[in-house]
Every structure is written in structure tokens, then in C-alpha cells.
Nanobody, 121 residues
Framework: QVQLVESGGGLVQPGGSLRLSCAAS????????MAWYRQAPGKQRELVAS???????LYVDSVKGRFTISRDNAKNTVYLQMNSLKPEDTAVYYC???????????????WGQGTQVTVSS
């Protein structure tokens, strides 16, 4: 089994910062792309940022220059540093990790439980 544990969410004022963490544990052979998604009430879940095993990153336009995704492969952990937060960033943030439990094996996605980020005065 694979478990993803998220942390770092909370309430912050506009212009503030938060750092989200997502740690994977369990029987994992290899981790590939790691990503952060978010979902606001009444909205579709959207990809915020992703990072490949080799370090290539991708961001949705609305967070470019403000958010930074990174990973620590030794710790099986992905981070999302969020600066200059705006009210429109308010959402539940979910991490997603592509993993192989064995090799060879199909790549499967595992999701974190979600962490609430609220940006408000």
C-alpha cells in the first residue's frame, strides 16, 4: 500500500506565504512525476504544478512567479512553496504521485487526502 500525507495548509492573509508538503510512504519501488492540484468550491480540480523525476517543472499560468514546486527524492516528498497568495488561491490542495510498486509494473496514481488553503483578510 501507498500513503500520501499532506501538511502545511491553513489560513493566511493576502500576500502571505505557505509551504505545503506531501510525503509518500509504503511499498514503493519508484516515484515518477509528482504534482499539486487544487479544487475550489463549485470548481473543477485543476493542475497547479508538476515536477518530473529529473526536475522538469510545469505551472499553471495563474501561479507562475509565485509558486515553486520541488521534491526530495531521498525523502519521497514533494513541496509547494506558495508566495504572494491571493484570495483566488483558496482551495483544497491535493498532491498526486505517480508510482510503481514493482518493476516492471503499470504506473499508478496515488492522491493525498487534501489540505485546505484559505487566503482571506
Amino acid at each position: 500500500q501507498v500513503q500520501l500525507v499532506e501538511s502545511g495548509g491553513g489560513l493566511v492573509q493576502p500576500g502571505g506565504s505557505l509551504r505545503l508538503s506531501c510525503a509518500a510512504s509504503g511499498s514503493i519501488f519508484s516515484i515518477y512525476t509528482m504534482a499539486w492540484y487544487r479544487q475550489a468550491p463549485g470548481k473543477q480540480r485543476e493542475l497547479v504544478a508538476s515536477i518530473a523525476r529529473g526536475g522538469n517543472t510545469l505551472y499553471v499560468d495563474s501561479v507562475k512567479g509565485r509558486f515553486t514546486i520541488s521534491r526530495d527524492n531521498a525523502k519521497n516528498t514533494v513541496y509547494l512553496q506558495m508566495n504572494s497568495l491571493k484570495p483566488e488561491d483558496t482551495a483544497v490542495y491535493y498532491c498526486k504521485v505517480g508510482v510503481r510498486l514493482t518493476n516492471p509494473a503499470p504506473l499508478i496514481d496515488r492522491w493525498g487526502q487534501g489540505t485546505q488553503v484559505t487566503v482571506s483578510s
